[in-house]
């Protein structure tokens, strides 16, 4: 596995900005470098395609999708071991549902790989700080 090289930005701030950057972030359910992040990108007006409400949507509909997908699959597996009866409809119905879902977990890997781009590897599980603890 690759390790991912992160960079490190600080800066000195007084007692008063530090507390009020604090309320900000926690008002906003953001980490405090999450909040840092998206607000120096903001000052130069560079807006991240997702914020992190958006990106631990995507993550979560990505998971779920991938365990229907293999419930599916497990469910035509089945069907195709025990030699069932099963209507023809029925088995279309069931391959173009296994299509759908392949194609939106193809479409959200997308964005999860666009989602993972923008944010630090600490960030990644979608998570807020407060949150992991």
Do not use: W
């Not at 007006?45 to 599916?72: F, H, I």
């Not at 977990?105 to 700080?129: A, F, I, M, N």
């Amino acid at each position: 596995m690759r390790k991912v090289k992160k960079i490190s930005i600080s800066t000195k701030v007084s007692m008063e900005d530090y507390a009020a950057v604090r309320v900000l972030a926690s008002q906003r359910n953001l980490s405090l470098a999450s909040f840092l992040r998206l607000s120096a990108l903001k000052a130069g007006e560079m807006e991240p395609v997702y914020r992190d409400d958006d990106r631990r949507l995507l993550l979560y509909l990505r998971e779920e999708l991938r365990d229907e997908g293999c419930r599916l699959t497990d469910l035509v597996r089945t069907l195709n071991v025990e030699n069932l009866p099963v209507d023809g409809a029925i088995k279309a119905g069931l391959v173009t549902m296994q299509r759908t879902i392949a194609a939106l977990c193809v479409e959200l890997s997308v964005h999860r790989k666009e989602l993972l781009k923008q944010q630090p590897q600490g960030d990644r599980d979608g998570r807020t700080s407060s949150q992991r603890h």
